[in-house]
C-alpha cells in the first residue's frame, strides 16, 4: 500500500464542476492538484494558484459564470441549425 501518496488516489469519472467526463490522460494531473479537469483548472484557477494554496476557491457565482460561458460554446460547437 502507498500511504505516502496524496489524499487523491482516484479520480472519479465526472469533473466535481462542470460534470463533464474526465480524461484520464489529460486531466489527472490537474485533477490531483485542484480536483477538477483541465478545462475548469485553467479557467477558474490557474491565474490564482497562490490564492488557491491560501485556501481560495473559486466562489459559486464564479463556477456558474464559467460553467454558462462554457455550454455556450459547447452549444455553438455542436451545431449551427439546431
Ligand atoms: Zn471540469
Not at 3 to 29: A, G, Y
Not at 54 to 67: A, F, K
Amino acid at each position: 500500500m502507498d500511504s505516502q501518496k496524496s489524499h487523491v488516489t482516484s479520480m472519479p469519472f465526472f469533473c466535481n464542476i462542470c460534470e463533464f467526463p474526465h480524461d484520464l490522460s489529460r486531466d489527472w494531473s490537474y485533477f490531483e492538484k485542484f480536483e477538477m479537469c483541465q478545462e475548469c483548472a485553467t479557467s477558474l484557477v490557474e491565474a490564482r494558484q497562490e490564492d488557491w494554496k491560501n485556501g481560495w476557491r473559486p466562489s459559486q457565482e464564479q463556477i456558474d459564470t464559467y460553467i454558462n460561458k462554457r455550454m455556450c460554446l459547447i452549444r455553438q460547437y455542436r451545431g449551427h441549425n439546431a
